[in-house]
């Protein structure tokens, strides 16, 4: 769910039909839309998966049924295919937030860089840099040619008293190809690559010097996709994550 796509009177009566139906509710963006969204519709599901890995604001409201699930498609789109990389660095999505204000950093500082996605021909001053709109087969073929990828982790929007960064799931889609990624440090990250530390970034300063440091040592970006990729494989296909949840 997104938004109100199914009413809870239709959950409801679900119940009321078949009781012994079991509902599975998954909420995708619960750092940030659980006190105003997501906790008034719990109450319908039999079961509540969502991308966060520390479900204890979800046993804190009383419901015990919580748990993590969040993966990618490695057996169908996102996949490691040997090909030439031929970017040094690439970024695909909207330029919410402070995005538009990193790739203007980085492009002022000499990179070479390509951006994707909807919105960035609002930056004129970015057209040099800006590829359109790509559709997955595309998008999974750039993430392969991409030396280093990046992804940000803050929120669409920014709330007094929430989590303001994420997991994206981009996270995983680069992992999935064995190709390297820098993203934006957000809380959780230890949670889910704990042994990883090195491809995350605080700052505009901190990502120019990891962005510098890593496009001179190509033997340390495999090692360090390497080791994503091996955990992307084991915990975080959508094989794998559903096996476990069911």
Known sequence: LSYDEIWPKTLEEIKEISANTIVIGFFGDDNWRFEDWSRYYAPFFNYILTSEKDTSFYEREGFNNAQFLHGVSQSVFHKDKKIKQIYDMTFV????R???DYIKYLKNKGF???????GWEKYPELNEVYGGFLETDKYVDLINETKINLSFSKTLLEEKGKKNTQLKGRLF???ACNAFILVENFE???LFF???PEITFSNKEDLARKVL???KNEKEREKQSDKIYAQVLKEYTWEAQFTRFF
């Open 93 to 96: 999505g909207m330029p919410i």
């Open 98 to 100: 402070d995005r538009a």
């Open 112 to 118: 070479k860089l390509r951006v994707f996605g909807r």
């Open 173 to 175: 889609e680069v992992g």
């Open 188 to 190: 959780d990250f230890k």
């Open 194 to 196: 704990p042994k990883s």
């Open 213 to 215: 440091y890593y496009l």
